[in-house]
Structure formats: structure tokens, C-alpha cells
């Protein structure tokens, strides 16, 4: 996070609260969102792409990478719409008090009662994902006697250069129609008088970091936009989210501002070339929002020297284990993905030592941060901080192992409150049905 320093003792300090009493008050593993930093990126977002956009930009902000009352609010004070996924994520956002208008409803897969709530309380748009979900929300629509704005997801087939997991517009997955399709589905749309086509949306990926995706999805979907024009109105186009952000020095960020021109580059002289204005852009990024806002702290646990084999011979290998791991962070396992280790509680003048630093599950793939340097002391007890971890951790968190999910905090002007609590093991067991029996102690 931006607000994160060193203290004079050298002590890691975000938005002037220390890692030190924020272990204190909250316990660890936690998380911990600079609440200024989320803000800021929010705005820059906004800004940038209002700037490059005259005929106007909406900035949806992708709820699954991390949602919880308080942050919504955050968005929509910073003047971001939110995109969510599901109705669980409808009923935060909901619960946030934001007014439904400012929300839109995606899903490969939406179920009957979501896309009737999403009706009812009047979401801005749904994301049409597939033929069948035109009839199943002009259903709905005639239900509660509404007209309900509609996008029209549509898989471009743009490569985009990233994990195959996170790749969502390639020809052999599961997201939108393809773009052969779409002026047929687009009739059926608009022969429907409940459902209003605002227009395409495209999302090609997730952490990507050149410009050039998106730009080329841009293009393929304005064919697209310009020839649907002649069939009545399209106000709008989307073109999701998937700003990458720096996890390691590795990472070559592109600067939101140059995304932004660069887009509007292509947008505005494609549009030239079609003879038609720019529609209205909206982009729906998650991650590069709140994911450089967050950091996770954790306790050393154990430390052990492993003799591990190389190619020239062996070498050993540090592991030192934290109190959290892949139920706090899944990304290591599931997408190889890589992070960076600081010491957080103290300052050390120790040579740096290479280390692995793993979690406490029962997998030996349970790794925090593959390969990063520490401060040779590295002791138990030590707090540790893992940058770079707002997005896509805690909502992908699990309970493996019956570990609690941590606390998330806000840090903000010097002071922390925590926003969404620790889970206890009364947590753990609530909803075990079977008769608890009495725990006997030692005779
Ligand atoms: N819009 C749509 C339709 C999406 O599917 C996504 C992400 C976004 C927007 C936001 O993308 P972002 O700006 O955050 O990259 N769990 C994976 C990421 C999955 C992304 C899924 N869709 C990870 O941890 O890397």
C-alpha cells in the first residue's frame, strides 16, 4: 500500500498504525486495506478514464475482489458503480445501502431467484451471458412489469498474455456468445419490449498488462456496435476489467493513465473510421483498485533448514512457516502466483536470507511466498507482511483445515478499525447440525 513506511525503529507502519499494534489489537493473520490508498486508485481510475472518454466513462468496480459493506460505501463515495457476480454479492452491496441504479449483475450462470431479485430491486444492468437468459430475464422484467436495462456479454477471442485460468475471452470457454452470434441474439433483445440493449460488453482477462488486449477487443466489439447501430440505439460499451497490478518487481505495470489514452486512441479512431460517435465506455477493474491497497500480515511460527537438490549439487532451503497460508491466500496454489515478503514487526541489520515462506495447512503446496528474501534472525514470533494482497484473497478464502478467516481491517489517518471480524470456532461449528458433546477434560 502506498501509506506503508518504515517507522524511525524501523518497524513497517501503514497509514501510521504499526504492524505491532495491529497484531495486537486484531491478531493474525489479518488484512489490512489503506483505506486512502483504495480511494485514490479508485479515483485514478475514474479520472483518468473520465479524462480520456469526453463522451463519458462509467468505472464499475468488481465486487469479487473484495466486497464487504464498508468498501462499496467507499466505491460509491469515490464515484465508482459496482459490478457483482452473484446474489451474495447483490445482497452486500445491497446491504451497503448503494442505490441499485449504480449496480450491475454478471454471471455465466445466473439462477431464476437472482436474476428475479436483480429485477425487483432494479439493478442498473444485467450482463446477458447466453441465449437462454434473454428469455429468462424478459421473464422476470414482465413479472414486475419493468423495462431492464441489458448488456450483451460477448467473447471477443482476444489472447490475452496471462494464466489460463484468468484468461476469459479465448474460444474455449465458458463466458459470452460468440461475436458470430451476436447480431441474431441482439434481434431477439430487441424485439423484447421489458429488456432495454444498452449494449456489448467484454472482459478478455484478468492481470494483464499490456494495453493491446484490450485495444483489439475494442476494435472487434465497435465492428460489432457500429453494425448493431442500424437496428436502433447502443448508448454504451464495456470493456471489463483486468488492469494487472505489481505483485513482484517482475511485474511491469502499465500506468491507468496510458491504459486509459492508449484505449481511447483506438476507440476514437475506430469510431472515425465506422462513421459513428463514441459511445459511452464503461470498465469494470477489481483488482487494480483494491489489490495494492491490501496487505496481509502474519505470525512466524516454525523455522527449518531443508537440504533440497540442485543442479549443481545441494543447497539449503529456509522454510519458515506462518500462522495462515493457503486458506488466507489461495493464488500461490491455484495460479503459481508469486509475492513478496518484508519483515513488519522490527527492523534488522541482518545479512538477508533467501526463504520460502509457507502456511500451516496440511499440503505441501501451501506456499505464501515462493522465493523471497528475509533478514538472516528471522526468529519465531517475528510479524511478517505479504504486500499486494487486497484482491482475490479474502474472497477467495477458504476454511481448510477449520482455520478461522481473518479479520480485515481499515487503516486510515493513524487509527484501524476492523471491518469484517475474525472467525471464531464457534463459527467454525455453526452450522455442523449434529449434538455437540461436552469436551472432557484431562482426569
Ligand atoms: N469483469 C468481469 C466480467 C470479470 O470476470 C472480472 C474478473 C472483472 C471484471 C475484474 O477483473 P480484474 O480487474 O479484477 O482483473 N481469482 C483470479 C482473478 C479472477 C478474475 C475473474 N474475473 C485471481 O486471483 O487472479
Known amino acids: 500500500p502506498r501509506g506503508a513506511h518504515r517507522d524511525d525503529a524501523g518497524e513497517l507502519t501503514v497509514a501510521g498504525v504499526t504492524a505491532g499494534a495491529l497484531a495486537a489489537e486484531f491478531g493474525t493473520p489479518l488484512y489490512v486495506l489503506d483505506q486512502d490508498d483504495a480511494l485514490a486508485r479508485a479515483a485514478e481510475l475514474r479520472d483518468a478514464f473520465g479524462a480520456a472518454f469526453p463522451a463519458g466513462a462509467t468505472v464499475y468496480y468488481a465486487g469479487k475482489a473484495f466486497l464487504s459493506i464498508e468498501v462499496a460505501r467507499w466505491m460509491t463515495g469515490a464515484g465508482l458503480n459496482i459490478d457483482v457476480a452473484s446474489g451474495g454479492e447483490l445482497a452486500v452491496a445491497l446491504a451497503a445501502g448503494v ?45 414486475h412489469g419493468v423495462v431492464q436495462n441489458v448488456r450483451l456479454r460477448i467473447n471477443s477471442g482476444v489472447h490475452a498474455s496471462t494464466h489460463e485460468y484468468l484468461a476469459t475471452a479465448r474460444e474455449d470457454q465458458k463466458f459470452g456468445i460468440p461475436i458470430a452470434d451476436a447480431v441474431e441474439v441482439v434481434a431477439g433483445i430487441r424485439e423484447r419490449p421489458e429488456l432495454r440493449f444498452l449494449g ?41 476489467g483486468g488492469f494487472g497490478i505489481a505483485y513482484t518487481s517482475a511485474d511491469d505495470v502499465v500506468p491507468i493513465a496510458t491504459i486509459a489514452g492508449e484505449l481511447a486512441r483506438v476507440v476514437t479512431g475506430e469510431c472515425e473510421r465506422l462513421g459513428i460517435p463514441v459511445p459511452r465506455i464503461a470498465i469494470e477493474p477489481g483488482r487494480a483498485v483494491i489489490g495494492p491497497a491490501g496487505l496481509t500480515l502474519y505470525e512466524v511460527g516454525t523455522i527449518k533448514d531443508v537440504l533440497v537438490q540442485t543442479e549443481s549439487g545441494s543447497a539449503v532451503r529456509r522454510y ?111 452450522r455442523d447440525l449434529a449434538p455437540r458433546s461436552e469436551p472432557r477434560s484431562r482426569a
Not at 499490456?210 to 454504451?236: K, M, Q, T
Not at 510479524?383 to 482455520?403: D, Q, R
Request: net charge negative.
Open 320 to 430: 519458515v512457516s506462518v500462522d495462515g497460508g493457503m486458506s488466507d491466500n489461495v493464488r500461490p496454489a491455484l495460479y503459481a502466483a508469486d509475492y513478496t515478503v518484508r519483515i513488519a514487526g522490527r527492523a534488522s541489520d541482518a545479512d538477508p536470507a533467501l526463504v520460502r515462506v509457507a502456511g500451516k495447512h496440511c499440503e505441501s503446496g501451501d506456499i505464501v511466498v515462493r522465493a523471497d528474501y528475509l533478514p538472516g534472525d528471522v526468529r519465531p514470533g517475528d510479524l511478517l507482511a505479504v504486500p499486494a494482497t487486497g484482491a482475490y484473497c479474502w474472497s477467495l478464502a477458504s476454511n481448510y483445515n477449520y482455520l478461522g478467516r481473518p479479520a480485515v481491517v481499515a487503516v486510515k489517518d493513524g487509527a484501524a478499525r476492523a471491518i469484517v471480524r475474525r472467525e471464531t470456532e464457534d463459527d467454525l461449528l455453526s
Open 200 to 240: 456489448l460488453h467484454s472482459h478478455i482477462g484478468s492481470q494483464i498488462f499490456e494495453s493491446a488486449g484490450f485495444g483489439e477487443a475494442a476494435r472487434r466489439l465497435l465492428e460489432l456496435h457500429a453494425a448493431l447501430r442500424a437496428g436502433g440505439e447502443v448508448p454504451e460499451l464495456n470493456l471489463g
Open 99 to 143: 442505490d441499485p441504479a449504480r449496480l450491475g449483475l454478471h454471471g455465466n450462470n445466473k439462477s431464476l431467484p437472482e436474476i428475479d431479485r436483480a429485477v425487483e430491486v432494479g439493478v442498473g444492468a444485467i450482463v446477458l451471458d447466453s441465449v437462454v437468459e434473454v428469455e429468462r430475464v424478459a421473464e422476470a422484467a414482465r413479472r
